[in-house]
C-alpha cells in the first residue's frame, strides 16, 4: 500500500459534518464480532508481561474483552467517569485540524471500521481494533490522558509555525510506538505496537531496532517509517516524564529553532542519546518487510 493511506482525504464525504463525526458507530455483523474477538485473543497471548500496566488496567476496567466490537456509548460512559474521556466514530483518517480539536476537548476519534479476515495480519490504516484496543486503555491512566489532551492543544501551535511534521514525530515515537520503563523493564504503551503481534515483540526482544530514552528536542528532529516496523523505539521513565517533557516545554523556541525537514534518520544513534540498546539494524538492512526479511 501507498503511504498516500496516510493522508486524510480533502473531501469531506456527504454524510459527515464539520467535526468528521459519523452519526452512529457501525452496526457489526457476527463475522465482524468474531474478528475483534480472534484479535483481541491473539494480543492477550502476547501482551501480558510486555504491554505497561496502565493498559492492561485499562482493557479491564473498560471491560474490553467481553466479546465482539465495544459499544462506544458505554464504553465512553466510563472512560467520561474516569478521565472526562469520550470516543467518537469517524469514517476514515480526519484532517489534522479536526483531530487537534478532537483531542483538546477530550474526544477520541476512533475509526468505525473493522479489518478482513484479509486484512487480518496488517492493515495500515486504523481501524477499530487499532483505535480501540491500542489507544482508548490509556485514556483510563489520568496523566496520559491529559498529555492527549495537550497534544490536540499543541496541534494548533505547530499549525501556526508550520512544525506539523515535527509535532507528528512526537505522536509517532510516543503514542504510537512508544516504550516505557516499569521496575527497571521496558514495556510497551505506544498504541501501533500493543495492536500488532509481530511488532509487540520486536519491539522490546529484538536485536535490530535501536532503544533510546525520550529526548523531545531530538525526536521531533527524526525521521520514522509508516510501513514497517521501526528501526528505532524511544522510552519513557513514565507518563508524568512524558507530560514534563512534553507539555512544560517552551515548543514556540522549539519551532522557532527547527528547520522544516528532518534532521536525523530513523536508524541513526547520536552522541546526546541515551543508549538502552544500540541496535543491529540487521532486519532493516536484509530490506525488511518488502524482502520478507524474519524480524530479528
Ligand atoms: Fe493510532
Known amino acids: 500500500m501507498s503511504p498516500e493511506v496516510f493522508t486524510a482525504p480533502l473531501q469531506r464525504p456527504a454524510h459527515v459534518g464539520l467535526d468528521w463525526l459519523e452519526p452512529a458507530q457501525t452496526r457489526y455483523t457476527s463475522e465482524d464480532d468474531a474478528i475483534w474477538n480472534d484479535l483481541f485473543a491473539r494480543q492477550m497471548e502476547i501482551l501480558p508481561g510486555r ?6 488496567h485499562g482493557l479491564e476496567k473498560l471491560d474490553l474483552g467481553k466479546g465482539g466490537v465495544p459499544d462506544f456509548g458505554k464504553m465512553s460512559e466510563e472512560l467520561d467517569r474516569l478521565t472526562g474521556w469520550s470516543v467518537v466514530p469517524v469514517p476514515m483518517l480526519i484532517p489534522d485540524h479536526v483531530f487537534f480539536w478532537h483531542l483538546a476537548n477530550r474526544r477520541f476519534p476512533a475509526g468505525n471500521f473493522i479489518r478482513t479476515r484479509e486484512t487480518f495480519d496488517y492493515i495500515q490504516e486504523p481501524d477499530v481494533f487499532h483505535d480501540v484496543f491500542g ?16 497534544y490536540g492543544r499543541a496541534g494548533w501551535k505547530a499549525m501556526r509555525y508550520n512544525r506539523l511534521k515535527a509535532l507528528g514525530a512526537l505522536y509517532w515515537y510516543t503514542v504510537e510506538f512508544g516504550l516505557i520503563m516499569e521496575h527497571d ?6 498504541a501501533g505496537i500493543l495492536s500488532g503481534p509481530t511488532e509487540a515483540i520486536f519491539a522490546l526482544e529484538a536485536e535490530s531496532p535501536n532503544r533510546i530514552m525520550l529526548n523531545v528536542d531530538r525526536v521531533m528532529r527524526t525521521d520514522y517509517v509508516i510501513d514497517d516496523l521501526q528501526p528505532t523505539y524511544f522510552v ?53 518487510r518488502g524482502s520478507k526479511a524474519r524480524p530479528i
Open 51 to 56: 504491554a505497561c500496566s496502565a493498559m492492561l
Open 135 to 150: 489507544h482508548v486503555p490509556l485514556l483510563t491512566d489520568p496523566t496520559f490522558a491529559d498529555y492527549m489532551q495537550e
Open 185 to 190: 523493564e521496558l514495556r510497551i504503551f505506544g
Open 236 to 288: 519513557i521513565e513514565s507518563f508524568d516524564d512524558l507530560y514534563r517533557k512534553t507539555v512544560e516545554r517552551d515548543f514556540d523556541r522549539l519551532y522557532r529553532d527547527l528547520g522544516p525537514s528532518f534532521t536525523y534518520a530513523n536508524s541513526a544513534v547520536i552522541d546526546v542519546d541515551n543508549v538502552v540498546h544500540k541496535g543491529s539494524q540487521e532486519y532493516f538492512l536484509r530490506g525488511g
